[in-house]
């Protein structure tokens, strides 16, 4: 399954939606999403999975790349 990840590049200062950035994931759950990011210094808003419209439409964006979970 594929998931958006919405993040802050800065864990230690409060979200603010306009500088939110996302990345795409291929994962089994939601937990295994988390699990793979631990390592990285960001903090993560929501991961929201994505069905096979949305997913479509994410892939016409320039800035779509897909990552891996671990």
């Not at 990285?40 to 479509?56: G, K, M, S, T, V």
């Amino acid at each position: 399954m594929v998931f958006k990840v919405f993040y802050q590049e800065n864990p230690s200062e409060i979200p603010v939606r306009e500088r939110s950035k996302s990345l795409y994931m291929e994962a089994e759950s939601i937990r295994q999403v988390r699990k793979t990011l631990a390592d990285r210094d960001i903090n993560i808003e929501f991961i929201q999975p994505l069905d096979e419209a949305h997913l479509a439409y994410e892939k016409q964006s320039e800035d779509f790349k897909l990552e891996q979970a671990k």
